[in-house]
């Protein structure tokens, strides 16, 4: 993912997921179950998590919601748990994963190696939102297939059925469902420019 640089590392992309979908063939996406929750926390850190209800004091032994560092935690957890896997075979953005491959067996056998490893590190997925060994599918917003990164049709509608923004909130509104595919609209900046200095 990315030509190393000067200093030799490799240079960050935007979009994780521009070379996996380059010439793949087959992919499962798939996304954990309550997935902040499957995060034990340190003993010795439970009392930072502590909170009073009607009924006593409580403290969380699992990582919920809305900690600060809840999200940069997950994603090192993920990043640490497939680290060998990473831009292999797989990709994964916080509780979503993607499996690749040039054919249905090699899937399989990738997925069969990301399924072991959520076995080993007790991670649990969401059944109902796995979809396994499909030739496109719905990744964080974008159509991804072996031929590339898309949009999502779906979204398309939603921006274009949107009625004309006649606030300041309608205006934000519009240029954050609209900003969202800023890659794919030529000129972006310029053309959404009239409704941004509105705001």
């Known amino acids: 993912m990315g030509e190393p640089g000067a200093s030799g590392t490799k240079e960050i992309r935007d979009d994780c997921y521009e070379e996996p979908a380059r010439g793949v063939g087959t992919y499962t996406d798939s996304e954990q179950l309550a997935s902040y929750m499957q995060i034990h926390i340190a003993p010795e850190d439970q009392h930072k998590t502590t909170f009073t209800c009607l009924f006593g004091t409580f403290v969380y032994t699992r990582m ?14 993920m990043t640490s748990i497939f680290s060998d896997l990473l831009q292999d075979c797989m990709e994964v953005f916080m509780d979503d994963f993607t499996v690749y ?6 899937c399989l056998c990738n997925l069969s190696k990301v399924l072991k490893r959520c076995i080993d590190t007790n991670l649990v997925l969401n059944f109902e ?3 396994f060994i499909v030739t496109e599918g719905i990744v964080l917003g974008h159509l991804i297939s072996n031929r590339g990164i898309e949009v999502d049709k779906s979204k398309i509608d939603i921006i274009t059925s949107l009625p004309n923004p006649t606030s300041v909130r309608e205006v934000r509104s519009f240029l954050g469902h609209a900003g969202f595919y800023r890659r794919f609209i030529k000129n972006f900046s310029k053309l959404a420019l009239p409704l941004s200095r509105l705001l």
Do not use: I, V, Y
């Open 101 to 106: 491959a040039n054919s249905f067996e090699a």
């Open 129 to 131: 939102k796995c979809h």
């Open 64 to 77: 919920p919601f809305g900690l600060c560092n809840a999200p940069s935690t997950f994603q090192c957890c």
